[in-house]
Nanobody
Framework: QVQLVESGGGLVQAGGSLRLSCAAS????????MGWYRQAPGKQREQVAT????????NYADSVKGRFTISRDNAKNTVYLQMNSLKPEDTAAYYC???????WGQGTLVTVSL
């Protein structure tokens, strides 16, 4: 079972940028679809972005389209989420996982202030 460790979160002002990383303990090449999810306080976890094995198909939630970019480096067993033009409503714990999801990691917290 591949374990996933998210990093790169932090406190940023609205309009700023962050880059999240998700390092896998093993190969992600065998995982066709990887995704980023987030859970804001008091809300259900939602899927933010997904990417197929070679990046041929990428999808975003409407709320992040044009601002977030998902990518993956199969050689480094890492998935990334570049987040630009951050808004306070992006504040959440961010998780990466396969699609459909398996066990969850601890996530990384993103806080966007006004």
């Amino acid at each position: 079972q591949v374990q996933l460790v998210e990093s790169g979160g932090g406190l940023v002002q609205a309009g700023g940028s962050l880059r999240l990383s998700c390092a896998a303990s093993g190969s992600i090449f065998s995982i066709n679809v990887m995704g980023w999810y987030r859970q804001a306080p008091g809300k259900q976890r939602e899927q933010v972005a997904t990417i197929t094995r070679f990046g041929g198909a990428i999808n975003y939630a409407d709320s992040v389209k044009g601002r977030f970019t998902i990518s993956r480096d199969n050689a480094k067993n890492t998935v990334y989420l570049q987040m630009n033009s951050l808004k306070p409503e992006d504040t959440a714990a961010y998780y990466c996982n396969r699609v459909p999801y398996g066990p969850w990691g601890q996530g990384t917290l993103v806080t966007v202030s006004l």
